[in-house]
């Protein structure tokens, strides 16, 4: 059986009527990882002894007519700075190259211990999700299996290609201003950053506590949905998480009455030629400025726990009193980008600049907010292109961070609000990258957007599409 060739939610009715073994989707995946691997190092490691160990035991289970929770062993691919107990979390880091964290995250808990989803690995990611290429990290940059010269998007970049390429049915990535969406459009999948307290941050390293989501990607929005239903929910250890119950988000799929909305709104736009109602945000202008601001900020405090002693792996040149040996930590063990954001959030804390900066930034975020707000008061999902370009070349942008900043441009304005935002492959473009589309939803209506992304996938059909892995052609 072609194991590769479904979705997971596909899968899922296959074991059921004992079509498969999850041993045999386990064996066929990792097979296809070691073939393409070394094209596109979506992983920074791989467990595959112990993912086929769990397969074996789930398999004995099922035979024994036990039930194995809702995600019956599909394979998935898991950020490298969600925390899983006593396996490396480095955040493709130096400084955490030692850290095997105490305790599991509350989304590990619920998608790999509860529900049964097989870790298959760890992806590959920017530094501290710090970009939006995954080049900023220590094991080097991952590749994008539509065009292996180009990047795969960030931060999430691994858990972008691991998916697309085939490697793993879905995986966790981390949004702080459209570390799940830009690696979803760049690599011609779904991917969803949910509503600001919707997913628990427990055993999430912090990037930006205020921004920072936790959210599904995979191929189809049927199993993007089917995920987030896992991870959402309220969690005490969390309390920005919010105590508002979970909806069904796979069973609400496909409803009649938006259906009518989406397919009226698709064939106007076919024989209009895209005329849709325009919105305006007037402060959409500042939204780089204060996104960067606010993420470098918060990022600056985070970060300083890592001095090498506490936290993080120390230098191993101990000459000097502890201040030059702290800096020297932090210099080696720090990427350039991590060292950038950190003293460029310090500057912007430091007094006399707060007020400048960091707290005229609070208040634009909420002009922000309230522009969204009016928008919404006209209609039910907001939508745009997710990314400015299609993926750029490896190289092509990691020396002017200032317009890899820019590329955040339409995905960082939701993270500012705290909405929930999904981005879907809806072409490609005239170097056969994929095109992703935005669909932003009001606060909680995960399931609103996740519907019409659905309701769009049905209907444009792409979402089998098989990456080429190879490199684009000289002098195209
Ligand atoms: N590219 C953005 C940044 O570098 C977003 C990163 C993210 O969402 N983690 O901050």
Known sequence: ???????????????????????????????????????????????????????????????????????????????????????????????????????????????????????????NMDEFAMGSSTENSCYGPTYNPWDLERVPGGSSGGSGSCVASRQTIFSLGSDTGGSIRCPAAYCGIVGLKPTYGRVSRYGLVSYANSLDQIGPMSRCVHDSALLLEVIAGHDPLDSTSVNKPVEKYTELLNQPIVKEKVNSAISKLESLGAKTLEISFPHLEYAIATYYLIAMSEASSNLERYEGLQYGDMTDNLEGDVFEVFSRTRGEKFGPEVRRRIILGTYALSAGYYDMFYIKALKIRSLIKKDFQKAFEQCDAIVSPTMPTTAFKIGELVNDPLQMYLMDVLTCPVNLAGLPGLSIPCGFDNKNLPIGFQIIGNYFEENNILNLGYLLEQDLKIYRKIPPLKRSVKNE
């Open 1 to 123: 059986m072609k194991i590769l060739y479904y979705m997971g939610y596909e899968l899922i009715e296959k074991i059921k009527q004992k079509e498969v073994t999850i041993q045999e989707i386990i064996q066929q995946y990792f097979e296809r990882i070691e073939e393409t691997e070394p094209l596109l190092h979506s992983f920074v490691n791989l467990t595959k002894e112990d993912s086929l160990k769990k397969a074996k035991e789930l398999d004995k289970k099922l035979s024994q007519g036990k039930s194995i929770g809702r995600l019956y062993g599909l394979p998935i691919g898991i950020k490298d700075l969600i925390c899983i107990k006593n396996s490396p979390t480095t955040c493709a880091s130096k400084i955490l190259k030692s850290f095997r964290p105490p305790y599991n995250a509350t989304v590990i808990e619920k998608v790999i211990e509860k529900e049964n989803a097989i870790c298959v690995g760890r992806t």
